[in-house]
T-cell receptor, first 116, second 113 residues
Framework: EAGVAQSPRYKIIEKRQSVAFWCNPI?????LYWYQQILGQGPKLLIQ????????DSQLPKDRFSAERLKGVDSTLKIQPAKLEDSAVYLC??????????????FGSGTRLTVV | SQKIEQNSEALNIQEGKTATLTCNYT??????LQWYRQDPGRGPVFLLL?????KEKRKERLKVTFDTTLKQSLFHITASQPADSATYLC????????????FGQGTTLQVKP
């Protein structure tokens, strides 16, 4: 089966600009996650969707970050305006709730964002 | 607050030896714990899951232990190979099927031939 697709792979922007990342999860996976991974750290959850509803966005900086999953399939994460500290890899993952105990999350390769 | 600690120093071992990585946590009562492998420029890849009522889990050359009293998990790779060189992440999950995971910072393993 196809994996989790993310684009773009790399993005360099200036501070105060906006940027958007796209994710297409594995077909049939109801749950989608966006994680932020700063260099040398573990992934940190930004937002979790179940179908097209938000389950957890407690760590999403809502003054500048937004995410949507309109049809319960692919998702977009936006940052506006970007700050230097937003430089990180943005990982998208998906899971089929009933199989998380056997297969865990499936991650995409991520988008590496550099804010200059 | 919840805290997960993995050895931040890289672990260097000789090929054929057993690698042991540690994951400690505080202020958390996970229902399960997962281990992931992450290669440079790639997303994490799921390896193993162990539940709170399980002491040990094995998969090929991998073994995971889970001690909820010590709040610690150990991850072993036996007969290590240079291809095992990567960063290994532990992640804790709560009960229920929301699937939310909290990750540690990872430990980098380098296996020398």
């Amino acid at each position: 089966e196809a994996g989790v697709a993310q684009s773009p792979r790399y993005k360099i922007i200036e501070k105060r600009q906006s940027v958007a990342f796209w994710c297409n999860p594995i077909s049939g996976h109801a749950t989608l996650y966006w994680y932020q991974q700063i260099l040398g750290q573990g992934p940190k959850l930004l937002i979790q969707f179940q179908n097209n509803g938000v389950v957890d966005d407690s760590q999403l900086p809502k003054d500048r970050f937004s995410a949507e999953r309109l049809k319960g399939v692919d998702s977009t994460l936006k940052i506006q305006p970007a700050k230097l500290e937003d430089s990180a890899v943005y990982l998208c993952a998906s899971s089929l709730g009933s199989t998380i105990f056997s297969y865990g999350y499936t991650f995409g390769s991520g988008t590496r964002l550099t804010v200059v | 607050s919840q805290k997960i600690e993995q050895n931040s120093e890289a672990l260097n071992i000789q090929e054929g030896k057993t690698a042991t990585l540690t994951c400690n946590y505080t202020n958390y009562s996970p229902a399960y714990l997962q281990w992931y492998r992450q290669d440079p420029g790639r997303g994490p890849v799921f390896l193993l899951l162990i539940r709170e009522n399980e002491k040990e889990k094995r998969k090929e050359r991998l073994k995971v232990t889970f001690d909820t009293t010590l709040k610690q998990s150990l991850f072993h790779i036996t007969a290590s190979q240079p291809a095992d060189s990567a960063t290994y992440l532990c992640a804790l999950g709560s009960s229920g099927n929301t699937g939310k995971l909290i990750f540690g910072q990872g430990t980098t393993l380098q296996v020398k031939p």
